[in-house]
């Protein structure tokens, strides 16, 4: 038996489980999105109906628009918080460890655990957030309670696990060559300076990473919004109205369809970012 | 003697071929003859200890039928719907499964569960007619009986004697009759600054509302529906449904609940009322209120007096009523044994919790649960008040909408105008089910 073929009968069994697990999922996705299939029941070929109900569903425009906001403010919130956590524990001081592990902890607890606890946090009457600005003479607003404050609680709760790109950044940060800091250094450059010209785009790769990461993770939030919701709809994230099609009105094919535009829409922004990349990400420039 | 000779062994080959025609016919006939099936899974949602005696309860019918049948018990404690629809796909459906009265007509829409109307009626083991009305309708779809209830736990009002007394208010009377109005007004007087034993000042209320009792409640208490009992038409924007939700605006406007956001804050609903917070609690009959209070610290604890549902402005009180059926895969909707054993189990389960769905065994609940011996002036009332929804295959959806921007948009903004969005709502049920096959 040749080398190669001894090499292709190690990854057999990952092979056969992609084809079964990944490969015919996918197919049978594409079939089940244009079916009427209940999960209980039986399914009938209806075509292209499904999307056409979708895009006539303003529950879908509606649940796409609160996805949507959340993502354009979230994916630059998380990144420059991660960012400067990372700037700031990227020394050597003694105990920084410490820090590094603080900050790292929030994205090795369940989301469930994370909702659970941020459900108290914002209670609008005992909640640490409203009574901290009760200590300050303010009123807080009713967070989840109030339609108008249903995003902001998500971004805090974002902003609070953000961390979690941490150690990915100090990997990058420890990867920037000394020799650059000193040598601006010697040419008088200050701190700011040498963030601005050394660092960011020696950063920009994973910067890169961590923004096609993040849209990916904020069109797919689902945990936190399932547990807590939200005033109305303003709660009704992409998924969460996708799991409700599904498992609660039982519209399986309907929801499959809706997992397909919600892999377009993730595909697309992520093309647009990679074609974006030649104009800022440093490694790939020529 | 030749030709003899050939006759013979004619006579002998069709002789050899009848036998094995008649071998292979007969054959056929015992392969092909469908044995009673002997074994049958039940799934369950009971977890815990509630397993322990639902498990209990399948061992003695095992037992009873010694060695005709065994049923086995499959538990799914989480996520049951979701394991249930996927058994199904699969194509391994349980044989006997509980079933939550809003989605019977799902179940059946699809064709998932048996039709019982027949063996029901042909029963001379439990009956239709042994049913409280109310309690059955939640089993029925389109006129055809699709489950055996097996529990029933109708609204009733729980009210705390001392935080009445204190206030010099009158007990609601226990068999009924008060009105809305009357309800409102009491729970008016209990709205008031009280005293915790520290000497504390906090805001006591006469009742609490947080989306529960559900919207049916308030609907009913207006003389109105959500869906008409032909599952067709939707009776969510009649003049009496909105009639009925003037009535929660006005409990909401009243301040005689806490504001929707705090309620939260004491974890759930019921809290409020095990902590003294809210004098009145409407909850299904079921609820073990007197057993946690006997369990607090002697200076936390209080008396609890009954009261039936207020009577709406249709006349009648209607006590929501929450049950569950067990239910019998489509797949053996033939099966007159599988029906007989499923009989035989919801005959078990009627001496298991509380309360029956079935008349005449209400004096069973004090041997169940014997703090409920004050409740039994009330809880027959309200068994016969009982009432489900006229729940159809697309309700999860209308209620779903019902919840999120009717109800909940209530609950933030009790000046909210209800009747353009009921409106709105119940165009969009109509055309769900103008969309039903």
């Known amino acids: 038996m040749k080398k190669s073929q001894i090499g292709f009968l190690f990854i057999l069994p990952w092979v056969i489980g992609f084809i079964i697990f990944t490969v015919f999922p996918i197919i049978a996705a594409l079939y089940i999105a244009m079916t009427d299939w209940s999960i209980i029941g039986q399914a009938s070929f209806i075509g292209f109906q499904n999307f056409r109900a979708i895009f006539a569903d303003p529950t879908f425009y509606k649940a796409l ?27 050597d001081y003694k105990g920084i460890g410490i820090f590094r592990t603080i900050f790292y902890m929030p994205s090795i607890v369940s989301g469930v655990a994370v909702a659970i606890v941020f459900k108290w946090i914002l209670d609008p009457t005992y909640g640490v957030l409203n009574s901290l600005l009760r200590l300050f003479g303010l009123t807080g607003p009713d967070w989840l309670y109030d339609p108008a404050w249903v995003l902001p609680s998500y971004l805090i709760m974002a902003i609070w696990g953000a961390s979690g790109g941490l150690y990915i950044y100090l990997a990058a940060l420890r990867d920037i060559p000394r020799e650059l800091y000193e040598g601006a250094t010697i040419d008088g450059a200050g701190w700011l300076q040498k963030i601005r010209y050394i660092t960011l785009p020696m950063l920009t790769p994973i910067l890169f990473y961590n923004l096609v990461m993040g849209i990916i993770s904020a069109f797919r939030k689902f945990t936190d919004a399932y547990i807590l919701g939200g005033a109305g709809e303003e709660g009704v994230f992409y998924m969460v109205y996708l799991y409700q099609q599904a498992f609660s009105f039982y519209k399986m094919g309907y929801a499959t369809a809706l997992a397909w535009i919600l892999f377009v829409i993730i595909l697309g922004l992520t093309l647009v970012v990679n074609y974006t990349k030649k104009y800022w990400v440093y ?4 | 003697m030749r030709g003899g000779i050939s006759l013979k062994r004619k006579a002998a080959r069709r002789g050899i071929w009848l036998v094995l025609l008649v071998g292979l016919v007969l054959f056929a006939g015992c392969t092909g003859a469908k044995k009673e099936k002997t074994t049958y899974t039940f799934a369950t949602w009971a977890a815990g200890e509630e397993l ?26 989480s996520d049951y719907y979701v394991k249930l629809a996927t058994y199904i796909a699969a194509k391994k459906t349980p044989d006997f499964f509980w079933l939550t009265q809003e989605l019977i007509a799902k179940y059946a829409e699809l064709g998932a569960i048996a039709d019982l109307t027949e063996m029901f009626k042909g029963s001379q083991v439990l009956t239709p007619d042994q049913y409280y009305p109310g309690v059955l309708r939640s089993a029925t779809y389109n006129g055809r009986c699709y489950g055996l209830p097996w529990i029933a736990n109708p609204l009733m009002v729980y009210y705390n004697k001392d935080l009445f007394d204190a206030a010099g208010v009158p007990y609601p009377p226990a068999t009924g009759g008060w009105t809305w109005d009357e309800f409102i007004a009491t729970a008016k007087a209990l709205t008031r600054k009280a005293q915790d034993r520290h000497g504390n000042t906090y805001q006591q209320y006469g009742y ?19 869906i008409a009992e032909n599952g067709v038409d939707v009776l969510l924007d009649s003049e009496e449904s909105l009639q009925g939700l003037g009535i929660l605006q006005k409990i909401l406007k009243s301040g005689i609940t806490p504001p929707y956001r705090e309620v939260g804050s004491l974890g759930s609903n019921n809290v409020w009322f095990e902590k003294q917070r809210v004098a009145m609690f409407m909850g299904g009959i079921q609820d073990n209120f007197e057993v946690k209070i006997a369990k607090m610290p002697a200076d936390e604890q209080f008396r609890i007096g009954y009261a039936p549902m207020p009577v709406g402005l249709d006349g009648k009180a209607h006590a929501f009523n929450w049950t569950a059926s067990t239910v019998l895969s489509s797949k053996l909707a033939k099966s007159k044994q599988a029906y007989e054993i499923m009989e035989k189990i919801t005959l078990e389960f009627f001496k298991w919790k509380i309360a029956s769905p079935i008349s005449g065994e209400v004096g069973r609940i004090v041997e169940i649960a014997p703090m409920k ?3 039994l002036e009330t809880i027959p009332i309200c068994l016969n008040q009982a009432r489900s929804a006229n729940y159809v295959p697309e309700w999860n959806e209308i209620n779903h909408h019902l919840w999120l921007k009717l109800y909940n948009a209530m609950l933030n903004d009790p000046d909210f105008d209800y009747e353009s969005q009921v409106r709105a709502i119940a165009a969009e049920a109509r055309a769900l089910i103008a969309n039903r096959k």
């Open chain 1, 283 to 286: 490694a790939e420039r020529k």
């Open chain 2, 52 to 77: 322990k005696e639902f498990s209990a309860i399948i061992d003695k019918v095992n037992r009873e039928a010694a060695g005709q049948y065994q049923v086995e018990v499959l538990s799914i404690p």
């Open chain 2, 208 to 226: 609490i509302v947080d989306g529960w009792p559900n919207i049916e409640t308030f609907i009913w208490a207006g003389g109105g529906d959500i």
């Open chain 2, 373 to 375: 011996a004050a409740a």
């Open chain 1, 65 to 91: 628009l609160v996805t949507g906001r959340y993502a354009i403010l979230a994916i630059p919130l998380t990144i420059i918080t991660a960012l400067l956590v990372a700037l700031g524990v990227n020394n």
